[in-house]
């Protein structure tokens, strides 16, 4: 079983930046693939980011140009970078981890980490 703890969330104006981070413990071996998703009031979670061994990134629209996803080498803590945040991208983030022969989103999540975008 994987542990996963979101932090870094918090309130900024538009156009500020956030750094998330999501720290993964227990059974980390074997890790493929960590996802960021985000859920806002009223809506259903959506993908954000994701990175898997190979340095496959994947992003969606919305967020291209302005997140990044960096990890550490040891695969235990992956990365939100998030420049010129707008008033849309307010939600939960949540963490996600998936093995090699899953796919995400895992089974189990973080207890993610609010952030708020004030326009």
């Known amino acids: 079983q994987v542990q996963l703890v979101e932090s870094g969330g918090g309130s900024v104006q538009a156009g500020g930046s956030l750094k998330l981070s999501c720290r993964a413990s227990g059974k980390v071996f074997g890790l493929n693939e960590f996802g960021w998703f985000r859920q806002a009031p009223g809506k259903q979670r959506e993908f954000v980011a994701s990175?898997?061994?190979?340095?496959?990134?994947e992003y969606r629209d919305s967020v291209k140009g302005r997140f990044t996803i960096p990890r550490d080498t040891s695969w235990t803590t992956v990365y939100l970078q998030m420049n010129n945040l707008r008033p849309e991208d307010t939600g939960v983030y949540y963490c996600?981890?998936?093995?090699?022969?899953?796919?995400?989103?895992?089974?189990?999540w973080g207890q993610g980490t609010q952030v708020t975008v004030s326009a």
């Open positions: 990175i898997a061994r190979g340095n496959l990134i």
């Open positions: 996600s981890v998936a093995g090699l022969e899953t796919r995400l989103p895992g089974d189990s």
